[in-house]
Every structure is written in structure tokens, then in C-alpha cells.
Nanobody, 123 residues
Framework: VQLQASGGGLVQPGGSLRLSCAAT????????IGWFRQAPGKEREWISCIRRTSTGTDYADSVKARFTISRDSAKNTAYLQMNSLKPEDTAVYYCAALARGVCSRVWSDHRYWGQGTLVTVSS
């Protein structure tokens, strides 16, 4: 079982990136997917989730109205579209899979997680 986040990079303030979370060895549609991030010198922060039925999403206040979480079951991939990026969004971003129908903001509740992808927002 593996989750792999990708799509990070260097972007200017106000720019956009789309992160992908590809799964091998498990069907993402059976899991609630969470996105977390960890900035240098800070604790890991929950930022978004999408329920396994895809009927509900949730966002941290810091990213609400700028980020959009989605999934493509046919591709077994989840996404995080990030718009209007700010320097404070700079962090390593991780996706994680939760074997529940509801979201959790707690990292350790998630059954699977993978290596993150670095997002740097700078001019």
C-alpha cells in the first residue's frame, strides 16, 4: 500500500498548483482522504478532507475559498487545487487515507500516508 503526493514546486504569490495523491494497493474511494501540511519549524497542520462517498468536504479556515479538494475514482487519485497561494502556504504537503466515512483532523487517525511534496511560494 502506498500513497504518493506529487505536484509541488516553486510558485509566485498569487499563483496556483494542483497536488495529486496517487494510491497503489488500495482503492481510494473506500477511504476518506485528508491533506495535511508541515511548514518549516511548525507542527503538521490539517488543511482539508473529502469523505469517502465524496458527498462532503471540509477545509481549514486558512485555506477555505482558495483550495479545493476532489477525487477521481477511475484514476484512484485525489487532488488538491491550490489557488491564490501565499508565502505562508509554503510547506511539505501530505495526503493520508482514513478508513472512516467522516473526516478527522488528527494525523494519527489515518491508516495510510505517504511521502509529501514540497510547495514553495516565493517571489
Amino acid at each position: 500500500v502506498q500513497l504518493q503526493a506529487s505536484g509541488g514546486g516553486l510558485v509566485q504569490p498569487g499563483g496556483s498548483l494542483r497536488l495529486s495523491c496517487a494510491a497503489t494497493g488500495l482503492r481510494l474511494r473506500s477511504y476518506t482522504i485528508g491533506w495535511f501540511r508541515q511548514a518549516p519549524g511548525k507542527e503538521r497542520e490539517w488543511i482539508s478532507c473529502i469523505r469517502r462517498t465524496s458527498t462532503g468536504t471540509d477545509y481549514a479556515d486558512s485555506v477555505k475559498a482558495r483550495f479545493t479538494i476532489s477525487r477521481d475514482s477511475a484514476k484512484n487519485t485525489a487532488y488538491l487545487q491550490m489557488n491564490s497561494l501565499k508565502p505562508e502556504d509554503t510547506a511539505v504537503y501530505y495526503c493520508a487515507a482514513l478508513a472512516r466515512g467522516v473526516c478527522s483532523r488528527v494525523w494519527s487517525d489515518h491508516r495510510y500516508w505517504g511521502q509529501g511534496t514540497l510547495v514553495t511560494v516565493s517571489s
